[in-house]
């Protein structure tokens, strides 16, 4: 069998920055409150007519495809994970297809895991290419959430959470042992699917019945119950990094870096405490961009990767937990 490897890593965020006094300006809230209990100090919104879901993934696509060393024409295969796609359906991988522009008519994948999705996206394209199917695979995660958030005073448990932004990877073969995905682990737990979630649309209400439904039911907005997903999260974090480090035979000591997706950064710190990491050793974007659900793992990835911060034999690992409830973990040796 084959390995896969990541070989290029690209992100694209949207100009406009938000930060926590602007939303004072439009509900009831406080910078101190968001600073206190998620650690945000800001995040971007997507400009409407400028940026979408799937063209902020064929932006991050096209930095990650030439860090790869390749083109267009070389991907075989798209996987794009998103929670706020810009159709109800067709999903965006297959616009990402279109607007990339290949020659070639290549399969696209859309994946909804959200907080998860990178994750349990690199683990598909992780079996196509162990298999010998495809070679290079373009793995996005992108989200537009800014335009269905409520930001209004209802609205503002979650609303001051999420900040738009799409990060993308190139996964390809590779024949060195021991190196590359050692590993991906994913769960999930269904009867949490309401704490955290957004009713529609969807079969649940049909719009026929919507005059005799009342207005919190067929709210389109994301609804969640913080605590519970608190508690959970930290609890599976921690369980999904020690299941990918004992199938490795690693332990925490012998990490060179932590790649939390971001939902808070109370939940990081606490896995880092459980792990007893450093803080050179846990990358936190959370502060300047939010929570950015599937695109926040690969946003890292190419972050880290500008900063040189990847080094050859480096063990990371990328851990996720959120909405279905949904959680994963990769392990990478660099
Ligand atoms: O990525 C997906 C996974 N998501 C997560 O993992 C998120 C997990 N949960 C959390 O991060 C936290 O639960 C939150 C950051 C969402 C909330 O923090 P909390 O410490 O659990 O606050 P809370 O929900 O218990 O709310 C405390 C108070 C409430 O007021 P009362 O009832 O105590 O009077 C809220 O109404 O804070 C109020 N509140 C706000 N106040 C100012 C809620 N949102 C806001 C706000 N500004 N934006």
Redesign the pocket.
């Known amino acids: 069998m084959f390995k896969s490897k990541i070989t290029g890593a690209g992100h694209y965020l949207p100009e406009k920055v938000v930060t926590n006094k602007d ?1 004072e300006k439009i ?4 910078d101190e ?2 600073r206190e ?2 650690g945000i100090e800001e995040r971007r919104f997507a400009e409407y007519g400028k940026d979408t879901t799937a063209n902020m993934g064929t932006k991050a696509s096209r930095i990650a495809i030439e860090r790869a060393g390749l083109t267009v024409d070389d991907i075989d295969f798209i996987i794009f994970a998103t929670l706020s796609p810009d159709y109800y359906f067709p999903g965006p991988g297959t616009t990402v297809q279109y607007e990339l522009g290949g020659k070639r008519t290549i399969a696209a994948l859309d994946v909804r895991n ?2 998860s999705g990178f994750i349990y996206s690199l683990s598909v394209a992780d079996q196509f290419i162990k298999t010998g199917m495809y070679k290079n695979i373009l793995v996005i995660g992108s989200e537009l959430h800014s335009s269905g958030l409520d930001l209004t ?1 209802r609205g ?7 900040g738009d932004g799409a990060g993308a990877v190139v996964l390809s073969r590779s024949e060195e042992e021991g190196k590359g995905i050692l590993s991906t682990h994913l769960h999930s737990q269904g009867e949490f699917a309401e704490a ?1 979630y957004v009713r529609g649309p969807g079969n649940f209400t049909p719009r026929k019945y919507y005059p005799k439904m009342d207005e919190d039911y067929i709210n389109t907005t994301p609804q ?1 119950d ?5 508690k ?2 930290v609890v599976r974090f921690t369980e999904v990094i020690m299941e990918a480090l004992k199938t490795n035979n690693y332990t925490p000591a012998d990490l060179n870096m932590f790649v939390p ?4 950064l ?2 990081s710190q606490f896995v880092q405490r459980q792990l007893k990491l450093t803080d050179d050793r846990v990358y936190n974007n959370i502060q300047r961009l939010g ?1 950015t ?1 599937a695109a926040t793992i690969p946003i890292i990835i190419s972050e880290m990767w500008e900063k040189n911060m990847i080094k050859e034999n480096d063990l990371h690992v990328l851990a ?4 279905g409830f949904t959680w994963a973990s990769a392990l990478i040796k660099w």
Do not use: E
Not at 156 to 162: D, G
Not at 261 to 264: E, I, L, R, S
């Open positions: 939303l509900m009831d809230t406080t409150w968001i209990r998620s959200q907080c005073t503002r448990a979650v609303s001051v959470l999420f955290l969640m913080g605590q519970l997903v608190f959970n999260a997706h971001q939902a808070n109370r939940i929570n659900t996720a937990f959120g909405s």
